[in-house]
């Protein structure tokens, strides 16, 4: 029973962390109309750089100064590669960030060497809170606090905000928006860019979980992808909702089953489309 | 204005006619060769500094990205999850050789059927949702074969891969095709090219085939006459799974080895990419795509640890500057 | 549309530079580093460049060169100048098949050597007999390739899975306790090490907990790492490898579990230790090779040497498997006069590794009867409080020879082409 109840925390925290790299993708592709693919890159890249910065500003520094970075990546990435795709058929802008993904992981090999590089976390957050429930761990509490922090940040961001309002305004009716005589190329440059912050955001906590590796990325795309199909496209709450779902499932099949914790997100996917095609909290007829 | 538009359609309309009849010639001409230069490849090849088992690879893939084309580029299905398809035709040859018969065309059968099956029995989810929604099912049902291979290791044999199996030669009373040679198994694949292509081609010349193309340019208007989309996406899904699948099957007996990666969705990108760099939309398409994605990965790859970056920028610059593919480009500059 | 054309480049151009681009590609691989007439001898070399075993396979290809160099310098073999051949696997099983195909085919290479994971070790085996060239797997593990699945031209440079377990058993079970919990990668490489602990433990008198298998590539190992501390064993053996290796300890760190039980394993490598960061270095190991051997001849020689090339950093087991993989070929060759495949086995079979190639103070022979080199197994303890390069402490050489298992308990039955 103990056992259960870890493994549906210990899936909890996983699910956090889909959910930060789905919201991220939601986003994009919500407002943007683009996968994207090269967001394991992103979160690859705000991990290493994040280990450059620790030496001269400290793991805190880089926590907050490399999601930054990585945005500000984002932000000529989208004005050099993204922008000619706007208005073109998915499959253009599915195959450029495929192969985006590519070199992005082929540089940071290249640059950091292939070698798994370790991540230092600070003393304090490494040891076990309770003697009884040593698994709750100071990391995972922070990765969980932190991880909702930035969500309710992201939240607030696009309810109060004038452009927060504008970005969801767009998502709700991108012709409209412009009518109103907004920039949008602007509007999707800075939400290009919040997007790949949440994932270099996403990236640094992974460093300090699982290490770094050229390839970290490529295994956490697949289920932020699994994540937002189960939630609905263009629900962000749907995104949040069906990453934490799919890293429950995982969580307690493990406890069972332990060679099916892969497999079974896919099956929930399965379940949801035939159930319910436009997912949990997805609007009919979007993006297609 | 008007007029002078309307004076040019009129000059323009026998010499539609003659371009047409031109355009037909010209484009006989074209098959001709390239069934000329496929049927002549294992003599020219090793001129070129290539080999005979790259020629079969080729094929192999074209075959694949042919099937995939059928869906992609003239019903406008963008599948993410081929590689699924061609995957389990792969083990389903391989477990057949390996586990039941010794016979190749019965394992190839096999395969086919395995790989065509799936395709028709999860066509009907995909078909349900369009665009980028379709991109990301596929590529969720693709993933979820992936890792059914990779765990389920005492029939798979799991990340290593299924070995143990090796293609057989046929025999005909007497004679005997021995598929162990190289320059032999070549032949046996494109003597399932050409039928993959003869498929394609009299699907596309057929009434489904029109219904294809228009549910591509309008799908709405299609809908409000009446006609069952879905169940057409579905036909398109199946077929190209078949024609996937028939490719998996070759792939397994070139290779005499099947593993996960087969399954992998960064196989599904490279036929989708196979497909654009050819041109989408053109029946040679796939082919030419092909020739160019495999034959660069396979110097590059020898040449520089850094591959990934080139095939990655060969993905980019593609879509930036040649969104029609290579086909497409000249088709166009043709026509102007 | 007019956005795709404001680019400064015209499609025209960038044709033009495809082209030349896919003509200087074609031409490149004619250009070898020996003029024509010297014919080189040529080996193919396959491992893993990118992907997730890049750093193991790149120090296997550094030791590998560093050999070729040294043969070049004294000549090459027989009188003809040798050329390594590297093609990156990706650590693709697929990929590594078709580029034993294309090195064997278009590049008519003499002998096929490389591997880092069993899978691609026993793909590359039966590509090779197919091909009839002989192979010689560096770095891939699984007992098979040289024991029920071997082939007449298949050998082998590291060691056995038994070998690895045996290197360290002893002395874990000794020092540690009795009751032992497992923790296994979910694939052959995995199975196989502990099955192969297993039979050693119940001989032993020891008790075996729990076995968790974790499927391979997992990144969260807390829920297994709870269910070892709730049986409550003396010793934890982590069979991970690579970075699944690196999680597995970390975590575990951080859930206190080497306080309360030791953790140990069958291999260690130089790589994942140096990707640990300090808290997570602690534990029981058996290493295949280590470059401190301050006794033994022509080491000394071999770790400066290898400096200098590779940005001063020390060589690792992978990297002298390469280097004695390259040499054994270039031995085997020599004996036998000729680069006939059946000639260069048949020398191959029983050839003792020089001491300055062996590098270690037991004896180095490929085993006729199976085709294993049996050297020495170096168990011992990692370094908490060392930095790099004195990460690991080996406490005893064993020597293979006294470890090893038949050739006819291994199950390998050698059938040569008549």
Redesign the interface.
Same mark, same amino acid.
């Given at each position: 029973m103990?056992?259960l109840l870890?493994?549906i925390f210990?899936g909890f925290i996983?699910g956090i962390f889909y959910a930060l790299m789905a919201l991220g993708l939601s986003m994009i592709?919500g407002l943007n =109309?683009i996968?994207n693919f090269s967001h394991g890159g992103f979160l690859a890249l705000g991990a290493y750089m994040a280990y450059s910065l620790a030496p001269a500003i400290g793991f805190w520094g880089a926590l907050i100064v490399s999601p930054f970075l990585a945005g500000f990546v984002g932000l000529i990435v989208e004005r050099v &590669?993204i922008?000619?795709?706007?208005g073109? *058929? #998915? +499959?253009?802008s599915?195959? +450029?960030t495929?192969?985006?993904?590519?070199?992005m992981? *082929?540089?940071i090999?290249?640059f950091w060497?292939?070698? =798994?590089?370790?991540?230092?976390v600070p003393n304090a957050l490494?040891h076990?809170l309770s003697q009884v429930y040593?698994?709750i761990?100071g990391?995972r509490v922070f990765l969980v606090a932190l991880a909702l922090l930035a969500t309710a940040s992201l939240f607030a961001l696009l309810k109060f905000t004038r452009v927060g309002i504008r970005i969801r305004a767009g998502n709700a009716d991108l012709e409209m928006v412009s009518a109103l005589g907004i920039n949008i190329y602007r509007l999707r440059a800075v939400n290009f860019s919040l997007g790949i912050f949440m994932a270099g955001l996403a990236g640094v906590l992974a460093a300090g979980? &699982?290490?770094l590796?050229?390839?970290m990325g490529a @295994?956490l795309i697949?289920p932020s992808? $699994?994540a937002?199909?189960v939630g609905g $496209?263009g629900s962000l709450v749907g995104s949040l909702l069906g990453g934490i779902i799919i890293g429950v499932a995982a969580?307690i099949t493990?406890?069972y089953y #332990?060679?099916? @914790? *892969?497999?079974v997100i896919?099956?929930i996917?399965?379940v949801v489309?035939?159930v319910r #095609?436009r997912g949990l909290m997805g609007q009919e007829g979007l993006?297609? | 204005m008007k007029s002078a538009a309307s004076r040019h359609v009129d000059a323009a309309k026998p010499a539609d006619a003659m371009s047409s009849q031109k355009s037909t010639r010209r484009r006989v001409a074209a098959s001709a060769l390239v069934w000329a230069l496929l049927l002549t490849a294992p003599y020219w090849l090793p001129l070129t500094g290539g080999y005979t088992d790259l020629g079969s690879r080729v094929l192999v893939f074209s075959l694949a990205a042919l099937g995939l084309n059928l869906l992609l580029g003239f019903t406008g299905g963008l599948s993410f999850g081929h590689a699924a398809y061609f995957g389990l035709g792969a083990y389903g040859t391989g477990l057949m050789l390996k586990f039941v018969t010794h016979s190749t065309p019965l394992a190839l059968l096999a395969g086919v059927a395995l790989g065509g099956l799936g395709a028709t029995l999860f066509g009907p989810v995909t078909v349900r949702r369009r665009g980028i929604y379709f991109a990301m099912i596929t590529i969720a049902i693709g993933q979820m074969f992936y890792f059914v291979a990779v765990r389920w290791n005492s029939l798979t044999g799991g990340e290593d891969g299924l070995t143990g199996f090796e293609r057989t030669n046929i025999h005909f009373g007497h004679a005997i095709l021995n598929l162990h040679n190289s320059t032999i198994f070549y032949y046996f694949t494109l003597f399932f090219f050409a039928i993959g292509c003869a498929v394609v081609w009299s699907v596309l010349r057929s009434p489904l085939g029109h219904t294809f193309v228009a549910i591509r340019e309008n799908q709405k208007r299609l809908r409000f006459l009446g006609v069952s989309v879905g169940f057409y996406l579905w036909i398109a899904f199946a077929i190209s799974g078949f024609i996937a699948a028939l490719a998996g099957a070759l792939y397994a007996l070139l290779n005499n080895f099947t593993s996960p990666e087969d399954l992998n969705w960064v196989l599904s990108g490279d036929f989708v990419i196979i497909c654009v760099l050819g041109g989408m939309r053109t029946f040679w398409g796939p082919l030419v795509g092909s020739v160019i994605y495999v034959v660069v990965q396979d110097y590059l790859s020898s040449i520089t640890v850094n591959w990934m970056s080139f095939i990655g920028a060969i993905f980019v610059l593609a879509v930036l500057f040649f969104p029609w593919g290579l086909l497409g480009f000249f088709q166009r500059r043709i026509q102007k | 549309m007019r956005d795709q054309d404001g680019f400064g480049i015209s499609r025209r151009d960038l044709l033009k530079a495809g082209v030349a681009i896919g003509v200087g590609t074609f031409l490149y691989p004619g250009i070898g580093a020996f003029a024509k007439s010297d014919d080189p001898v040529k080996i193919g070399h396959i491992d893993p460049q990118t992907g997730t075993y890049a750093a193991l396979g790149g120090s296997q290809i550094a030791g590998a060169k560093l050999a070729i160099d040294q043969i070049n310098a004294k000549g090459g073999i027989l009188g003809r100048p040798v050329q390594l051949l590297v093609e990156d696997s990706a650590a693709n099983v697929g990929q590594s098949v078709q580029k034993a195909r294309k090195l064997v085919n278009r590049n008519k290479v003499h002998f096929l050597m490389g591997a880092v994971s069993s899978a691609v070790a026993l793909a590359l085996s039966q590509a090779a007999h197919d091909m009839n060239v002989l192979y010689l797997d560096i770095g891939g593990h699984a007992d098979a390739v040289t024991g029920s699945k071997c082939h007449w031209n298949t050998f082998r440079t590291c060691s056995t899975t038994w070998l690895l377990t045996a290197g360290d058993f002893k002395t874990i079970f000794d020092k540690f306790g009795k009751k032992w919990y497992f923790l296994t990668p979910d694939y052959a490489f995995g199975h196989a090490l502990h099955r192969d602990y297993v039979s050693q433990l119940k001989q032993a008198g020891g008790q075996e907990l729990g076995n968790a298998l974790a499927p391979l590539g997992t990144t969260d190992f807390s829920s297994y790492l709870i269910k070892a501390k709730s049986t409550n064993p003396d010793v934890l053996i982590v069979l991970n490898a690579g970075n699944d290796m690196i999680n597995t300890l970390k975590q575990a760190t951080q859930f206190g579990l080497n306080k309360d039980m030791a953790v140990g394993g069958a291999m260690m490598e130089m790589e994942v230790l140096e990707s640990l960061p300090e808290a997570a270095r602690y534990g029981y190991w058996n290493m295949e090779w280590y470059w401190q051997q301050p006794n033994v001849p022509h080491v000394k020689e071999f770790v400066d040497a290898y400096k200098k090339h590779n940005a001063d950093k020390v060589p690792t087991a992978r990297s002298w498997f390469g280097f004695a993989s390259a040499h054994a070929l270039a031995l085997a060759a020599e004996k036998a006069k000729s680069l006939n495949t059946m000639k260069v086995v048949k020398a191959l079979e029983g050839l003792e590794l020089p001491p300055e190639v062996s590098l270690q103070p037991n004896k180095a022979i490929y085993r006729a009867g199976d085709h294993q080199l049996i050297g020495s197994e170096y168990p011992g303890q990692i370094n908490k409080s060392g930095s790099y390069p004195n990460l690991f402490d080996v406490a005893d050489v064993v020597d293979a020879s006294k470890i090893a298992r038949s050739v006819e308990a291994k199950g390998c039955k050698m059938t040569y082409p008549s």
């Open positions: 103990e056992l870890f493994n210990n996983i592709l =109309g996968i &590669l922008r000619p795709l706007y073109r *058929d #998915p +499959l253009f599915l195959l +450029l495929f192969g985006l993904a590519m070199i992981q *082929d540089l090999r290249t060497g292939a070698t =798994g590089l370790p991540f230092e490494t076990p040593f698994f761990t990391y979980r &699982l290490g590796t050229p390839t @295994s697949m992808f $699994v937002i199909i $496209v969580g493990t406890t #332990p060679a099916a @914790s *892969d497999v896919y099956l996917m399965a489309l035939i #095609p993006l297609e | - | -």
